[in-house]
């Protein structure tokens, strides 16, 4: 499960970010940004259009990522 | 004839090839900077070739007068920059 | 070392930290008005530096960074940063020592990247700012312990508040700490922020329940559009309407001077260049200034309190849809006013195609120096009459010109979506949506202050220069004695005219408009003044003139050609000050010249379709 198919309100935790090139400069920023494994997540809002972009809760930050970028979050659902 | 006609010519040209001066400048620096190395390499003073044409680029300033900037942005490792 | 040899070198700070960590307003409240701001040689980088003096007396010399998430830059922004912290930067010398800013509210995200600063081995010291904030919401945080953890004086700042920074001064006045000690080769820094953070901080909750509310209205699908809407139609209002007293008090001071110029000096070239040169092409750009300060005024308390974040998360899908960016909102209503602020703002946009397509749809917004060609001409062949009981026939016009650039970028954006490299060039947001912020009346002052110069230093250079080379072209050659038609027609200008008509005849075009045209590359609302000068037209006052002309405008040309010039007036780029403002934020004559180009190919469409349509149906 990926962080772009959690509904809103729901808490999960980062297992692992999936990289879609050798160099995925997003990936890497995601990393930076604090999406790392183990750390707590969820998914506060959606955007008015189409459902995007989501707004994610990551340690004390929120962020607004579009669907492609949450893809590459993967999730285990639950509170930590 | 008075004073002031025989000094109008002259102020409206200076006014005139400052504006154009400040065209060089502002609208196409790059210009400027080769026409600045140029007159450098030609003998003029450094300090006038700087004060007319501005001083000469900088290292890594994406002044497109080596190709040798990192252009940043995409960039994503840090770079040692070699003139 | 003791303090009278301390102070005999000024020490150089660089202020580092993430985005949003309150950066500015620390840099605002150490050196106060002292600031410096120019732009890095080719970037569109901003350089802020400011100075102060410590107690002691030793000066400051502080370089306030760009916000940065990480040394792995993502923007020409964040390179400036990487290449500084690095040393590497050619026209910046190696600061003596970094002053991290971390928001004491936002640490597990700040405190990572003070740690990746931390490798470098540099001097540090982290001002933990918005102590204040992080108190009211019941955080505590173990500054001692985390100084032991980290290794270097750890100082908690509160920058909004005037003494805020004072036991900053005092630790930056004592002996400086030497350079941090670098972390085991291969620490995980999340592991090692994590380990920090249970050490040193107690956080009830991760988030303020006051922003959770607040957000739960301003994001809402319906209700955060609607909010937009009427913040977007406050601000835009107000430009209009705040701005007219003082535009037009600029207008008449402009016009007393030229008066006065040129009942001083006797007639002939200087009074010419000096009143219809400098003072007609500087003025008539100044009088845009009460327009942008504000629009900026309102841009920056819309930045400060977080809210700007907040409208691009409403509108990025619907941007997108468009082929721009939720980043790109900004822009484009600043483009209302004047496409120069516009495009300037756009270097909030990381991505470069993102970027540029927003400079290129950006002037397509009806700026307000169209509004005086759009006057006239809607004055002289529009039919002052009521449609539907409600609507002016002319106020509909004026909207349909403005929309019809809104669908025009649109379309664009659109168009050169699909032709773009969509697959291979992803484009990223992942936009930090900050807590909400009081406005700080200070900061947005200062920030103000440092717009309007930019501003002004514009109008005192760039233009100033266009306007002289445009009156020498439409001043010299002089015509003979016996010269009975206007003089401008024996000029440069009036020969490119001339020429230029044979381009824009299948446009409807006469050779009076193209002559009028090349004043108005000055500023846009100069072809009025142009269209004057070619007819011979002059009038007792300003006012009067304007009334003539429409009237010679209605038994010269017919309604397809004033509707023709109406839509090359829609699209057409044709200001300098844009131009060379475009040319400036894409430091490349090759992204002007397409971008020039697509905009004149837009507008010569355009006419050209308005032209035969309303010759079609008259």
New interface residues.
């Given amino acids: 499960m990926n962080l772009s198919q959690l509904t809103p309100g729901a808490h999960a935790t980062v297992t692992r970010i999936s990289e879609l090139s050798s160099e995925d400069?997003?990936a890497?920023?995601?990393?930076?940004?604090?999406f790392?494994a183990g750390?707590p997540v969820s998914l506060?809002?959606?955007?008015?259009?189409?459902s995007?972009?989501l707004?994610v809760?990551v340690?004390?930050?929120?962020?607004?990522?579009?669907r492609?970028?949450a893809a590459r979050v993967e999730v285990q659902p639950g509170k930590a | 004839m008075n004073l002031?006609?025989l000094l109008?010519?002259a102020?409206?040209t200076l006014?005139?090839v400052?504006?154009?001066w400040?065209?060089l400048r502002?609208?196409a620096p790059?210009l400027s900077m080769r026409l600045g190395e140029a007159s450098r390499k030609a003998g003029l003073a450094p300090a006038i070739a700087n004060r007319v044409f501005g001083p000469p680029?900088?290292?890594?300033?994406?002044?497109?007068t080596c190709c040798g900037c990192?252009k940043?942005?995409?960039?994503?490792?840090?770079m040692?920059?070699r003139h | 070392m003791d303090s009278t040899h301390v102070s005999a070198t000024p020490l150089s700070l660089a202020l580092v930290g993430n985005p949003n960590c309150g950066k500015t307003a620390l840099f605002n409240r150490l050196t106060g008005a002292r600031q410096k701001v120019a732009n890095?040689?080719?970037?569109t980088v901003e350089r802020k530096e400011g100075f102060f003096v410590l107690p002691s007396g030793r000066h400051v010399r502080v370089l306030d960074l760009p916000g940065a998430?990480?040394?792995?830059?993502?923007?020409?922004d964040e390179?400036?940063t990487?290449?500084v912290c690095?040393g590497?930067?050619?026209?910046e010398q190696r600061p003596d020592l970094l002053l991290c800013v971390a928001d004491a509210?936002?640490?597990?995200?700040h405190l990572?990247f003070v740690l990746e600063l931390r490798r470098l081995g540099r001097p540090m010291v982290l001002a933990l700012n918005m102590a204040d904030a992080a108190e009211r919401r019941g955080i505590r945080i173990d500054a001692k312990a985390l100084e032991q953890e980290l290794g270097f004086p750890v100082i908690e700042t509160i920058a909004v508040r005037k003494h805020g920074t004072a036991a900053l001064l005092a630790a930056l006045d004592g002996r400086l700490p030497g350079p941090a000690e670098p972390l085991p080769e291969g620490t995980d820094l999340?592991a090692e922020t994590r380990r920090l953070l249970a050490a040193a901080v107690s956080?009830p909750s991760?988030?303020n329940p006051t922003d959770?509310a607040i957000?739960r209205w301003v994001?809402h699908?319906?209700l955060?559009?609607a909010i937009l809407a009427a913040v977007m139609l406050v601000v835009f209002q107000s430009v209009y309407a705040w701005a007219g007293p003082f535009s037009d008090g600029i207008e008449a001071g402009v016009g007393a001077l030229g008066e006065w110029i040129s009942s001083t000096l006797?007639e002939?070239?200087?009074s010419s260049?000096l009143v219809d040169g400098v003072i007609a092409g500087v003025g008539g750009v100044l009088v845009f200034l009460p327009q942008i300060l504000i629009l900026f005024f309102f841009i920056l308390l819309l930045e400060e309190s977080g809210y700007l974040?907040r409208a691009?998360?409403?509108l990025?899908?619907?941007m997108?849809?468009a082929g721009l960016s939720?980043r790109a909102f900004i822009p484009m209503l600043s483009s209302f006013a004047c496409a120069i602020p516009g495009i300037m703002a756009t270097r909030s946009i990381?991505n470069?195609r993102d970027r540029f397509l927003t400079i290129l749809v950006a002037p397509m917004m009806t700026c307000s120096a169209r509004l005086p060609v759009y006057a006239l001409l809607i004055g002289a062949f529009i039919p002052d009459r009521m449609v539907g009981g409600i609507f002016n026939l002319q106020g509909l016009t004026l909207f349909g010109l403005y929309m019809a650039g809104i669908l025009g970028a649109l379309v664009v954006a659109w168009v050169a979506r699909l032709m773009g490299k969509r697959a291979s060039d992803?484009?990223?947001?992942?936009?930090?949506?900050p807590a909400w912020r009081l406005p700080n009346a200070k900061d947005v002052l200062l920030g103000l202050k440092e717009r309007g110069m930019i501003f002004l230093r514009r109008a005192g250079?760039?233009i100033?220069?266009?306007?002289?080379?445009l009156w020498?072209l439409s001043t010299f050659p002089t015509p003979p004695e016996d010269w009975a038609r206007p003089a401008i027609e024996y000029s440069f200008a009036g020969r490119i005219g001339h020429a230029l008509a044979f381009f824009f005849e299948p446009i409807g075009f006469n050779w009076q408009i193209c002559v009028a045209l090349i004043p108005g590359l000055a500023a846009r609302e100069v072809a009025v003044a142009g269209l004057a000068s070619v007819y011979a037209i002059a009038g007792a006052d300003e006012a009067n003139t304007e009334q003539i002309l429409a009237t010679a405008l209605h038994n010269e040309w017919t309604l397809a050609t004033a509707f023709s010039l109406l839509a090359w007036y829609v699209f057409a780029p044709q200001c300098m000050a844009t131009l060379?403002v475009v040319?400036r934020e894409t430091?490349s004559?090759r992204a002007t010249a397409i971008w020039a180009g697509l905009l004149t190919a837009l507008a010569y469409g355009a006419a050209f379709l308005t032209y035969h349509l309303t010759a079609a149906l008259t």
């Fill in positions: 400069v997003v890497h920023r995601l990393r930076d940004l604090g790392v750390e506060v809002a959606l955007g008015p259009f189409g995007d972009p707004l809760q340690g004390y930050t929120r962020f607004a990522l579009r492609s970028e | 002031y006609a109008e010519p102020i409206v006014l005139v400052f504006g154009l400040l065209s502002k609208v790059r680029p900088a290292r890594n300033s994406a002044c497109g990192d940043g942005g995409s960039q994503s490792k840090p040692i920059h | 890095y040689a080719g970037a998430y990480s040394l792995s830059a993502t923007s020409p390179a400036v990487r290449d690095l590497q930067h050619p026209d509210t936002n640490l597990r995200l990572r999340h956080m991760p988030t959770a957000d994001l699908p319906v955060g559009l006797p002939g070239m200087l260049l974040p691009a998360f409403l990025d899908r619907f997108v849809g939720g990381p470069p992803e484009q990223a947001l992942m936009l930090e949506i250079t760039l100033l220069a266009i306007s002289i080379v020498v060379a040319r430091s004559w």
